[in-house]
């Protein structure tokens, strides 16, 4: 499994933003029709090539908003997608691990630091004791990726709905050395997710996905979020999800070992593979308001904590990176990237790429305009076959009017 892709892409990334994100509330057909065009002429030039039936795609700035969507939640075409449906959205999912590790170190009664080293949660795993929970989530930890292990690839594939457990899950590259001492290089690893989610089962007693719903997902959530088409998956869906759900297709990952076929139905597998590293169904919608939210002080995380979390190693050193960039332009935070797009784009970008075996979720926040787009398509592909990126570039030029 040396060639695939890990169950999230990292993506790029941004600064800190301390005052409030105004959420846009007008929807005007001009930006609607531009916004369509550009989802329907993806879907026409990539339906064959990374293998979709349908896109959605949303913008939104401090004044307008529009959503649409192109094409059929499965390859039968015999449903169009609509506001209704959900997706897997990957690693975007860690954002919200993340989160609620912050707000753990936000309560004084835990007495609890991202400085904290792993050895005094989770002792058993004493090769990695020295490991801190920020070089966790920040991708500089060194421990090894269990989803580029052909072992754990070959017993997925052999039994797609089985309930993993995390300490299952880390078991496939607990016995590993670190690729590098903590904090001298950067490597993404899902696994480092894993154990922050098992952290915070034993900072508070319970379990992930209760810890997501009291914070975020519930309708009385401490957060005071209306995110009322998220949901994280322990394993199966549960019955109010299942009809909501676009089909997605794994195709064209190339492994090193036994996998399933191109074009197999992902859908209804096990999601609990993902598990803390991002085992979430969501929506563009969804994800927008996510990120605004976090991304405004005191409204997920206190101002020290939205610091930390947006404090940012280079992807290519490991080391801190104040703002990157054209010589060093991605920079990774606690669980998000920001990243220096280019002389054409004014200002960093923050971005995120989520995959799953079966869907990519991306966004791109454009912060000097306070435009945040999303994409979202269904199936699974590798680097090469992976154009998501130009879908949210395209709708940039189309929101701006560029040629």
């Keep these: 499994m040396k060639e695939m892709k890990s169950l999230a892409l990292f993506g790029v990334i941004l600064l800190l933003i301390t005052s409030g994100l105004a959420q846009a509330t007008i929807v005007t057909s001009d930006k609607s029709q531009q916004l369509q065009k550009v989802a329907d002429d993806y879907l026409q030039k990539y339906h064959n ?6 896109v959605t795609l949303m913008a939104s700035d401090s004044s307008q908003l529009a959503t649409v969507y192109s094409g059929h939640t499965d390859m039968s075409g015999s449903q169009l997608l609509n506001s ?14 993340s989160a609620i590790i912050l707000q753990l170190e936000a309560t004084p009664s835990l007495h609890f630091s991202i400085d904290d080293k792993l050895s005094t949660y989770l002792p058993q795993y004493s090769a990695w004791g020295d490991v801190t929970i920020r070089q966790m989530l920040n991708m500089t930890s060194g421990i090894p990726d269990y989803l580029s292990q052909d072992d754990f690839i070959a017993d997925y594939t052999d039994n797609p709905n089985k309930n993993w457990l995390p300490e ?4 496939y590259v607990a016995k590993k050395p670190l690729l590098f001492p903590p904090g001298t290089a950067w490597n993404y690893s899902n696994t480092n997710y894993i154990l922050a989610g098992m952290i915070i089962t034993k900072l508070t007693g319970h379990s992930i996905e209760e810890e997501m719903n009291r914070r975020f997902f519930s309708p009385y959530n401490s957060s005071h979020l209306n995110l009322k ?8 869906y549960p019955v109010f999800v299942t009809p909501r759900m676009t089909h997605g297709y794994m195709y ?21 593979y993902g598990g803390a590293a991002g085992a979430i169904v969501s929506n563009t919608e969804d994800i927008t308001q996510w990120i605004r939210a976090l991304l405004t002080a005191n409204k997920v995380l206190p101002a020290k904590q939205l610091n930390e979390f947006m404090s940012l190693v280079s992807v290519v050193t490991g080391k801190p990176l104040k703002t990157p960039d054209e010589k060093d332009p991605n920079g990774f935070g606690l669980g998000i990237g920001v990243s220096y797009a280019g002389k054409e784009i004014p200002g960093l970008v923050v971005n995120y790429e989520g995959e ?16 945040l787009i999303t994409g979202i398509v269904n199936s699974s592909v590798d680097a090469s076959n ?18």
Aim: no cysteine; aromatic share 18%.
């Design 168 to 171: 299952e899950i880390v078991d």
């Design 386 to 403: 992976d154009h998501l990126g130009k879908l949210l570039m395209n709708a940039y030029k189309a929101w701006n009017k560029l040629t």
């Design 49 to 54: 090539v990374e293998y979709i039936s349908g």
């Design 356 to 371: 799953t075996f079966g869907y990519r979720a991306q966004y791109f926040y454009f912060l000097n305009q306070n435009l």
């Design 252 to 272: 064209k990952l190339h492994t090193s070992g036994k996998f399933f076929p191109p074009k197999t139905d992902m859908t209804y597998f096990s999601l609990s």
């Design 84 to 97: 209704k449906n959900l997706y897997q959205i990957g690693s975007i999912g860690k954002s919200f691990t």
């Design 229 to 236: 088409n998220t949901h994280y998956i322990t394993n199966h």
